[in-house]
């Protein structure tokens, strides 16, 4: 007998969303739908990878069923229960089952029910591969104590990035970064955990310094992760918490400006920058995300911006990289902001485009309006012949065109993974919702900051010689 065939003895007319979702692991019918297991990923959550739609998902919660959610790699929006994954992928993955004219939801429970009605063998399979990788994606909880923490010794990793001792001093910084011992035993050539050190004082070992990050999560004072540097390695320590928590700088007592970067070396670039031209104000708060954005660090973020003590014209400056990856943080960041004013769902469009769903509702008829309007002047204006994009690229070789489809009553557009049609639409959405007044896109000139820093340095010494 099928699962199927349970729940319908149980349930003869319908069989409740939350029984689909307490039946159906996101996990199982992702294997089930060709999703990889990535083993050598995902030592705090179970990693899978779809090959053929270039999809990368993790998934929370992995051993209840009924309280798993996912969320893909490099797209936060893209996350949720099982029934914003098939809704997300209807286009793609599921495919066969996005019947034309029918109910958007009915559609969802087709892809369930079919689940429901395959051999219980392979169901079996299917959670034999399952238990495998949770089994391997044990979390172990984080504490400050079991890591060798130090003042920041004067010579370490951040000469090497350029970055003076003048700025780790500033009132931003001071005390805000440590350096990290680890300890490393040549015999069985291991590194030896701290607390074993502590229990053994006289063990010969060899010492290597880190420069520590520390990260915080808003809710507590206390420290919940650690960003470990240094001229070989860019790690977290163990158990630190990735999904919520950030770095941050010290609040000034009125905050003007509020940074949010990728990498708390660039935070720190950023600094040195704004004094090499002058600018030694106290006015200014700044976040690392540590390579990456979820909506739980957004919501850090802005937890701590709206608890702080701001100057009336306040702003908030996404300093990301300049690059694909930057330019999709602004994005997401921007949408998470925007969710009351113009709530954006994400859908899976494609191969290297984000995809989003328009709210249809009446309310947000005129924000729709003008929001198709730029874009389809954006698009007149890219396909141009005088067009020429700021890029070595040409428009043969990549596409700058934002699309609009309609699919029914529903309205998505189509967004290339390229910097200028994602930076149009940060711009666009931050002017009709007015939250540029408030918010900015400020992008270094290079890549990141800390490239701009080493080349101005570079800059002054060729003028000094």
């Known amino acids: ?13 319908l069989i409740p969303v939350q029984e689909l979702r307490s039946n159906v692991s996101i996990v199982e019918l992702a294997i089930h739908y060709g999703y990889l297991l990535k083993l050598n990923k995902g030592k705090a959550r179970p990693v899978l990878e779809n090959v053929s739609y270039n999809d990368v998902i993790l998934i929370k919660n992995a051993r209840d069923a009924s309280q798993q959610v996912y969320q893909r790699v490099g797209n936060f929006t893209d996350s949720g229960t099982i029934i914003n994954f098939i809704r997300n992928r209807l286009s ?35 959670q034999v591969a399952t238990s495998l990788l949770i089994e391997r994606s044990s979390k172990s909880a984080f504490s400050l104590d079991l ?33 990290q011992i680890t300890y490393f035993d040549p015999q069985i050539k291991q590194v030896v955990d701290f607390k074993e050190v502590k229990a ?9 310094s880190n420069v520590a990050f520390p990260y915080y999560d808003g809710v507590s004072i206390e420290v919940t992760g650690l960003e470990l540097r ?7 320590a163990p158990g630190s918490d990735r999904t919520m928590s950030v770095f941050m700088s010290n609040p000034p007592p009125k905050a003007e400006q509020f940074f949010i970067l990728e990498s708390a070396i660039d935070a720190l670039s950023h600094k040195q920058l704004r004094q090499m031209r002058g600018d030694n104000v106290f006015n200014s708060m700044y976040f690392s995300t540590g390579g990456q954005l979820t909506p739980e660090q957004v919501n850090t973020i802005t937890r701590y911006i709206n608890a702080s003590t701001k100057a009336s014209n306040w702003r908030i400056n996404l300093a ?28 899976s469009v494609g191969l290297h ?35 020429i994009p700021k890029s070595s690229d040409t428009t043969d070789t990549i596409n700058f065109l934002i699309t609009i489809d309609q699919i029914n009553d529903q309205l998505t557009l189509s967004i290339p993974e390229v910097n200028l049609p994602l930076s149009y639409l940060s711009k666009s959405l931050l002017e009709l919702s ?32």
């Open 1 to 13: 007998m099928t699962k199927f065939d349970e729940l319908k003895k149980r349930f003869p007319n």
């Open 92 to 126: 793609t993955v599921f495919s066969k089952f996005n019947r034309s004219g029918e109910d958007e939801f009915k559609n969802i429970v087709n892809v369930l029910y079919d689940y429901l009605r395959i051999d219980p063998e392979q169901v079996n399979l299917n």
């Open 147 to 179: 890591f060798d923490i130090r003042p920041l010794e004067k010579d370490n990793y951040l000469g090497t990035r350029r970055i003076r001792s003048e700025t780790i001093n500033s009132p931003e910084f001071i005390h805000r970064i440590a350096t």
């Open 200 to 208: 053994t004082p006289s063990y010969p070992l060899i010492l290597f």
């Open 230 to 236: 240094n001229e070989n390695s860019k790690l977290h």
């Open 320 to 347: 990301f990289d300049n690059d694909v990856k930057g330019h999709v943080y602004d994005l997401q960041f921007i949408q998470q902001l925007l969710v009351t004013k113009f709530p954006l769902r994400v859908i």
């Open 353 to 387: 485009t984000i995809g989003y769903a328009l709210p249809i509702q009446e309310a947000y008829s005129l924000f729709r309006k003008d929001l198709l309007d730029r874009i389809e002047a954006y698009n007149k204006t890219i396909s141009h012949p005088s067009f």
């Open 434 to 465: 007015g939250l540029n007044k408030r918010i900015c896109v400020s992008k270094s000139t290079t890549k990141d900051f800390n490239q701009d820093l080493q080349q101005e340095i570079l800059k002054m010494d060729e003028q000094r010689n």
